[in-house]
């Protein structure tokens, strides 16, 4: 109510406005958004209002109560048994350094792809594409025999190793496709400069090119972050674990309870939101970056 | 003026491409061909993995989940994300004012940014059958005959994730279009009011014309993700019960670590694979002949 009154002078300047103003239309359009909006977010709202009541609150009031007070027992009870503080750094680090990783080699691979237009670069570009489209399936069992074989087995280097592969892949698709166009003026005045293939790189494509791998960082950091399968199958001791690993092997524990179970959801949502409202701008600008040719 | 010499900057992501995933990949496919339970030999069988493959009713019952998830995370999102992106963008900012659009944009991409375990957790919370909310909520107005054990029945499982998985999915359509319709010149929309043109009208012939490459692009991508669906799987039903969500990477992945029938579980992952590059190239060339076209 308070947006139709603060926009009301605006509209009553021009009669057609005043028109579409009166129309019941707009508020049922209006109304009917919402209603699927809190649909959407109901679930998370439940989890939140859970996860800060006390277990005889919940049980005298059941799951759609609100909490006469909070209660931040069960939150802390869970992030000390799982030892929550230790999987957030695990997830953190390996998230960061895949996306430090990934995106210098995605620098390499692009420079070499798009600016130097090396020989079968198409073919090079298709095998970045498949290994993109690649189910996770069909790589897991080898990579895990591998990695025992070479003494990586349940650690976090082999999960880096990996997902900065696996992240490079669309990475060196996105970026070649953005170093194709890249204004060669720029590059034959380096060029005349004398500098080196290298020092154009560093000091020339890299900087030019910086919102489109503040992008793929973001990405990479956020993908990495939320990965579930190969963490499943390569970070088996506790120590080890990432966040959703931790959570998701901890579903069906006899040993929790309903409102335990909520907050395990909430400090899992938060770190998620926490990064959503970070990278926000970055990454409505980035999801669509696959679309714009 | 041509540049020469830049295949040096190739080298790592080569090496690391050959290691992590060429490797991977040529072992699992020569893997499919052979009995191995992952420690003792490896003996070549041929084709016996694929024969038996095609007479597994619990492959073929795998993939026809997959049909049913494609439904809920690449046609319903796509199409129910088109319609709702256009009255965002067209005229909730208009009528309304673009911060209520983007309002609603973002609540509506909140379940994409939650990670996969959490959303077990979430919904697996929800539908439990003795304290979740979902039954409660139906306990309260009324409804409580229609209480169930959502994710524990066969006759339920399957729905109640494909419903969860268009929560989860809505978000990524309707991101997309928007952006895609930000590339539309309003004097279209101007010139179509001009001929009277009612709204229904110039969302079919204005915007889902226009967006055609957000489209392909938001339903190849969808596609692939319900063929390689797994986490959802893993954290809401585990397959169960008796097997009515199963689907192929978590057949799969049951082989693997469960089973120890890993020349099996290569097989599948095989199969898959194939179909998820063969439906790329479809699409490519789908893609490829509709732009031609315009």
Known sequence: ?293 | MRRKGYWPFLIPGVLASVLVIVVPLVMTVYTSFTKWNGVGEQRWIGFDNYTRLFDDSLFWSSFGNIVLLILAMAVVPTLLGLFLAAVLFDYVAKKFSSRWASLFRSGFYLPQVIPVAVTGIVWGWILHPEYGALNRILDTIGLGSLAHNWLGEPGSALYSVMGIMIWVQLGYPIVMFMAGLQRVDPELYEAADLDGATWWQRFRKITVYLIRPEFYVVLVTTTIAALKIFGPIFVLTGGGPSNATLVPSYFAYKNFFEKAQVGYGSAISTVLTVLIIALSIVFLRLQNRAERKA
């Open chain 1, 1 to 293: 109510m308070t947006l139709t009154a603060n926009r009301a002078p605006a509209e009553q300047r021009t009669p057609a406005k005043a028109e579409k103003r009166a129309n019941p239309l707009r508020f049922v359009i209006l109304a009917a958004l919402l209603a699927l909006l809190l649909i959407v977010i109901a679930p998370l709202l439940i989890i939140a209002i859970n996860a800060v009541k006390s277990p005889a609150d919940y049980a005298s009031g059941g799951p759609l109560s609100l909490p006469p007070r909070l209660y931040w027992d069960g939150i802390v009870d869970f992030w000390n048994r799982v030892d929550f503080g230790m999987k957030l750094w695990n997830s953190f680090i390996t998230s960061f350094t895949v996306a430090v990783l990934g995106v210098l080699l995605s620098i390499l691979n692009a420079y070499a792809l798009g600016i130097g237009k090396v020989k079968g670069r198409v073919w090079f570009l298709v095998f970045f594409l498949v290994a993109n489209l690649l189910p996770q399936e069909v790589l897991v069992y080898p990579l895990y025999f591998l990695s025992k074989e070479a003494g990586l087995y349940d650690s976090l280097i082999s999960i880096v190793i990996i997902f900065t592969v696996i992240q490079a892949a669309f990475g060196t698709y996105l970026l070649t496709s953005v170093y194709q166009e890249f204004p060669t003026e720029l590059l034959d005045a380096a060029d005349v400069d004398g500098a080196g293939k290298l020092r154009t790189l560093w000091s020339v494509v890299v900087p030019v090119s910086r919102p489109t791998l503040g992008v793929l960082f973001t990405f990479f950091f956020i993908w990495t972050w939320n990965e579930f399968f190969l963490p499943l199958v390569f970070l088996v001791s506790n120590d080890n674990q990432t966040v959703p690993v931790a959570l998701g092997v901890l579903q069906g524990d006899r040993l929790m309870d309903a409102t335990m179970t909520s907050a395990s959801g909430l400090i899992g949502i938060l770190p998620a939101m926490l990064f959503f409202l970070i990278f926000q701008r970055t990454l409505t600008r980035g999801i669509t970056a696959g679309a714009i040719k």
